[in-house]
């Protein structure tokens, strides 16, 4: 982690480093949070070695994009520069310029708001067992990766570091945000996922699920998007062009997220103690799939 003049280091997430101005005691009383991501990868809720090379600043600027074309929805970000007479002063440190992002600290949601367009995944695996999704029953018949009749909201509850997030009902997180705040960040999440799926499918990309964050803006109470926005960590991209052709519903899933670290983990390690480094081609195919994703989507 870096030491950043200017700035307090007040918490780590498995991927990303929160920094609040020098003076500020913490999230609690900044007026500004620098949101530092790593090249770290985690799976299964572990966090891997080695990293991805340039994967916080690919991660960045991917995010960065998508706050840009969901301009209908309020987001976390704030100004990253302040101009002092003439002068433009970077509010960002030229060391992490790139891979950070200026936001606005936000009282979060303890709810992981995630969207699945697509079954697979733990929503597969669950499909198999009870023809269902989070609870909600499904047609019979679907294959791994089939697209469901219409996208779905399945919230988790956030659970506090280290432990694992738990897949909730609805009405359960009325019970954590209340009714009102319950129903928007369903409508929100469905909204975005649906424009976020639109501007990717005309580009090729099929956003299989995602997963969003949201907080209350402290002074207006603002539901605002908070965190990424349909990064690859935080969704599954595959390739449109694939997923049409492919022989077998397993293959059409060519992905451009971190499917490659969890199947190579996944056949690699029995999820006990320390998951084993990951090969140097498992990586170089990561970086080079994450790489790919942010041309085609965003032409850079
Ligand atoms: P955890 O969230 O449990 O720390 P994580 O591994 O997902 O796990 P990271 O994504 O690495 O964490 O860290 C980012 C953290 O910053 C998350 O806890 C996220 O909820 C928080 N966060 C994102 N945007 C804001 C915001 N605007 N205000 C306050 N916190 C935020
Ligand atoms: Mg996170």
Redesign the pocket.
């Known amino acids: 982690m870096s030491e950043l003049p200017g700035w307090v280091h007040v ?6 480093d ?1 920094y609040v101005p020098v003076g500020a005691s913490g ?1 609690h009383d900044a007026d500004s ?1 620098l ?1 530092v991501a790593s090249d770290r990868v ?1 799976a299964f809720d572990h966090v891997l070695e080695p990293g991805i090379p340039a994967k916080g600043e690919l991660l960045t600027t991917l995010s960065l994009w998508w706050f840009d074309q969901l301009d209908d929805v309020p987001n ?1 970000l704030i100004p990253d520069h302040t101009l002092v007479g003439d002068t433009v002063v970077e509010r960002i440190p030229a060391a992490v310029a790139g891979r950070s992002m200026l ?4 009282d ?1 949601f303890p709810v992981e708001c995630v969207v699945r367009g697509y079954l697979t995944g733990s929503g597969w695996a669950e499909y198999r067992a009870s023809q269902s999704v989070c609870g909600i029953p499904l047609p019979a018949g679907l294959q791994n990766g089939d697209r469901l009749p219409e996208p779905l909201y399945t919230p988790a509850w ?1 659970a506090p ?1 280290g432990q694992h997030d738990e897949n909730i009902s609805f009405e359960r997180t009325v019970e954590l945000v209340g009714a009102d705040v319950a129903e928007e960040l369903r409508r929100l999440s469905l909204h975005v996922y649906e424009r976020g799926s639109a501007i990717a499918e005309a580009r090729g990309i099929i956003i299989a699920d995602t997963k969003f ?1 949201f ?1 209350a803006d402290r002074t207006t109470g603002e539901i605002t998007l ?3 926005v349909l990064t690859s960590d935080s969704s599954r991209y595959w390739d449109a062009a694939v997923y049409a052709s492919a022989p077998t519903p397993e293959e059409r899933m060519a992905s451009f997220d971190k499917q490659i670290v969890r199947d190579w983990l996944a056949a690699n390690w029995d999820k006990t103690g320390t998951p084993p480094a990951l090969p140097a081609d498992i990586v170089e195919r990561t970086a080079a799939r994450y790489r790919e994703l942010l041309e085609r989507l965003t032409g850079a």
């Open positions: 918490y780590s997430g498995k991927v990303r929160l999230l949070v949101v985690s976390h936001v606005k600290p936000l979060m956030k570091l964050e907080g908070a965190d990424e």
